[in-house]
Nanobody, 124 residues
Framework: QVQLVESGGGLVQAGDPLTLSCAASGRTLSTVTMGWFRQAPGKEREFVGATVWRGDATCYANAVKGRFAISRDNAKNTVYLEMNRLKPEDTAVYYC?????????????????WGQGTQVTVSS
């Protein structure tokens, strides 16, 4: 099993930046995609962005493209979600996920392992 732990959530004001972290432990994979998803109250879980761990491919949802960026620290097995110019509609629980296929995918059911989530609240 792969364990994923998100951290870095909190309460921020609109326009502020915030960076989330996702630390992976347990099983290590040579080919893996790390994705970020979010879920607001009463909404379905939606894709935010993803990166191929051993590659250059990245993909982002249109709602966050140009504002959010995914980075990673291979030595620490950690992926980051750098969020900029946050909006109230970005308020959600943010989850990281991992998939053992090495492709950039926005489909939640393509991911095998999930973290517990970290809450991001953006006030006006």
């Amino acid at each position: 099993q792969v364990q994923l732990v998100e951290s870095g959530g909190g309460l921020v004001q609109a326009g502020d930046p915030l960076t989330l972290s996702c630390a992976a432990s347990g099983r290590t994979l040579s080919t893996v995609t790390m994705g970020w998803f979010r879920q607001a109250p009463g909404k379905e879980r939606e894709f935010v962005g993803a990166t191929v761990w051993r590659g250059d491919a990245t993909c982002y949802a249109n709602a966050v493209k140009g504002r959010f960026a995914i980075s990673r620290d291979n030595a620490k097995n950690t992926v980051y979600l750098e969020m900029n110019r946050l909006k109230p509609e970005d308020t959600a629980v943010y989850y990281c996920a991992a998939a053992p296929f090495g492709r950039c995918s926005g489909l939640p059911n393509a991911y095998t392992w999930w973290g517990q989530g970290t809450q991001v609240t953006v006030s006006s």
